[in-house]
């Protein structure tokens, strides 16, 4: 009984935190949360040496969850760097992780913009989006 009311509050979580979603899920949000919810498992899974299990399901949560605001930030700052027709950068100085948008191209209506991922002076990530120019 007890295990059948942890999995629903599980269950119940994980759908409000897809109601709270701010805009449209993009394949890089998807792939973005597959990859770090993997990797969080993996690691969730080797710290915890009672119940590997459970480690598992705790560290592919917060993996997802990192994943999918990864995503979020680089989607953002394209958009906003298509919309300015300029770099934008976002920085987090507590991590030292930050993201940088530049407008590559515009035809019609949409910008293709470069968006590159850096922990500290590492550049962790790179990609193009095609995002709406307003």
Request: glycine share 12%; charged share 15%.
């Amino acid at each position: 009984m007890k295990a059948m009311s942890l999995a629903m509050a599980l269950i119940f979580f994980a759908a409000s935190l897809t109601a709270c979603v701010p805009g449209p899920t993009t394949q890089q949000h998807l792939e973005s949360a597959t990859w770090l919810g993997v990797v969080g498992a993996g690691v969730g899974a080797l710290i915890d040496n009672k119940n590997p299990w459970r480690g598992a399901v705790i560290g592919g949560a917060i993996g997802s969850l990192a994943g999918y605001g990864i995503a979020e930030v680089s989607q953002r700052a394209a958009e906003e760097a298509g919309r300015r027709r300029q770099t934008v950068t976002y920085h987090n100085p507590n991590t030292n992780e930050w993201v940088q948008a530049d407008p590559i191209s515009y035809q019609g209506q949409t910008a293709t913009v470069r968006t590159r991922t850096y922990q500290g002076n590492q550049m962790t990530g790179e990609r193009y989006l095609n995002v709406p120019a307003y």
